[in-house]
């Protein structure tokens, strides 16, 4: 009996289930989709996934034992949730509706490479220039881990990326050739930022300089690629995953610099290198 009371409710839960309710469910989940690809790999994205666990085992709760103050809670904090959520991490979700603004729709559906193929030209023709000048160098290049805590730390410049650009900021006694530069595809967010300083023994001990203790340390926090050009030796070098590549040319570096934005840098992560330090 009770089998058959189960299978009614069901049926008549489904029996105005239709072609409307479907679109509905459809166009709630691209939205909700959406909203997760802006935060991703953000530091929004675990504070948003464990506000996300937290309600579900409420509502689960709330129903399952047919808790009236909890019900009340659900029916009524919910619409107040979503827009705490949207205030507190404002800065994450400004972030992805511009870049929708720049690249279209695509790029909450896996076009996260736009941009990135000239990013990697001028970043390796400026290496290249500042390591023949002998002239040391941090360039940060952000990925899906937002970055704006490390440009707050530095002067802000959201200019328009070019060699020249670069060049002139790493120029001895230049007002902000000292510390790191954050860059997106086709722009230069801030100059002279500060990054947390890599404390794994291994790098203490080979003796790596100040610049290059950072790139790792950020690499180590975060998806970015950071590209070090050595104002002793003018070696070039690539940090990424809390690893170290040195000994780099312009060629060599522009060809590095297209796998990892390719999405490798997980595989390069864990691929043993002669290079590393």
Do not use: K
Not at 32 to 51: C, H
Not at 208 to 223: C, M, P
């Amino acid at each position: 009996m009770n089998d058959n009371n189960l299978w009614d409710d069901i049926t008549d839960a489904f029996s105005g289930f239709g072609w409307a309710a479907v679109l509905e469910v459809a166009i709630l989940a691209v939205v909700i989709f959406a909203l997760l690809r802006l935060v991703r790999g953000t530091s929004a994205m675990p504070v948003v996934r464990g506000i996300g666990i937290i309600v579900v085992a409420i509502v689960v709760v709330s129903r399952v034992f047919d808790l009236e103050v909890l019900n009340w809670l659900v029916n009524n904090a919910l619409a107040v949730l979503v827009l705490f959520v949207l205030i507190v991490f404002q800065p994450e979700f400004r972030r992805g509706l511009e870049r929708i603004g720049r690249t279209g729709l695509r790029s909450l559906f896996g076009g996260g490479r736009d941009g990135y193929d000239s990013l990697i030209d001028v970043v390796s023709m400026a290496a290249g220039v500042l390591s023949e000048r002998r002239t040391g160098a941090l360039m940060v290049i952000e990925r899906e881990t937002g970055l704006q805590e490390i440009a707050d730390t530095g002067t802000q410049i959201d200019a328009l990326l070019t060699p020249e650009l670069l060049e002139g900021i790493f120029f001895p006694n230049s007002p902000m050739h000292d510390g790191a530069v954050l860059l997106r595809p086709e722009r230069v967010v801030a100059a002279a930022c500060t990054l947390p300083v890599s404390a794994r023994q291994m790098v203490r001990e080979v003796h790596l300089g100040l610049r290059h203790r950072a790139a790792v340390g950020i690499s180590e926090q975060t998806d970015a690629i950071v590209v070090v050009v050595s104002e002793e030796s003018g070696v070039i070098s690539v940090a990424t995953g809390g690893r170290l590549v040195q000994r780099l040319n312009e060629e060599r570096l522009r060809t590095l610099l297209g796998t990892l934005t390719n999405g490798a840098w997980r595989e390069f992560r864990l691929r043993p290198s002669r290079t590393e330090a």
